[in-house]
Nanobody, 124 residues
Framework: QVQLVESGGGLVQAGGSLRLSCAASGRAFSMYNMAWFRQAPGQERDFVAAISWSGGSTSYADSVKGRFTISRDNAKNTVYLQMNSLKTEDTAVYYC?????????????????WGQGTQVTVSS
């Protein structure tokens, strides 16, 4: 079992920045690839970014490339999402997820553990 707790969400103006954190506890954090997903009201959950167990590989949704950066610190059992140049369309609940190692995956069904989510609201 892996327990995930997100933090760092909030209200920010368009063009601003936020950094989300996801603290993991339980089984060895470094055994898992990690990802961020987001879900806006009335919409499906969408892939945002993923990072391999070692941090050596990353993957991003086209909508956030060049603006968001995913990283991890295995010594602290934490994964981060640095979000810059935020847009109103980035408004959503952001979820952290842990999944098996191997190829980075963009489908939420491939991730076994989820956090409770943190709200990000970008105002115009």
């Amino acid at each position: 079992q892996v327990q995930l707790v997100e933090s760092g969400g909030g209200l920010v103006q368009a063009g601003g920045s936020l950094r989300l954190s996801c603290a993991a506890s339980g089984r060895a954090f470094s055994m898992y690839n990690m990802a961020w997903f987001r879900q806006a009201p009335g919409q499906e959950r969408d892939f945002v970014a993923a990072i391999s167990w070692s941090g050596g590989s990353t993957s991003y949704a086209d909508s956030v490339k060049g603006r968001f950066t995913i990283s991890r610190d295995n010594a602290k059992n934490t994964v981060y999402l640095q979000m810059n140049s935020l847009k109103t369309e980035d408004t959503a609940v952001y979820y952290c997820a842990a999944g098996r190692t191997g190829l980075l995956r963009v489908n939420g069904a491939d991730y076994n553990y989820w956090g409770q989510g943190t709200q990000v609201t970008v105002s115009s």
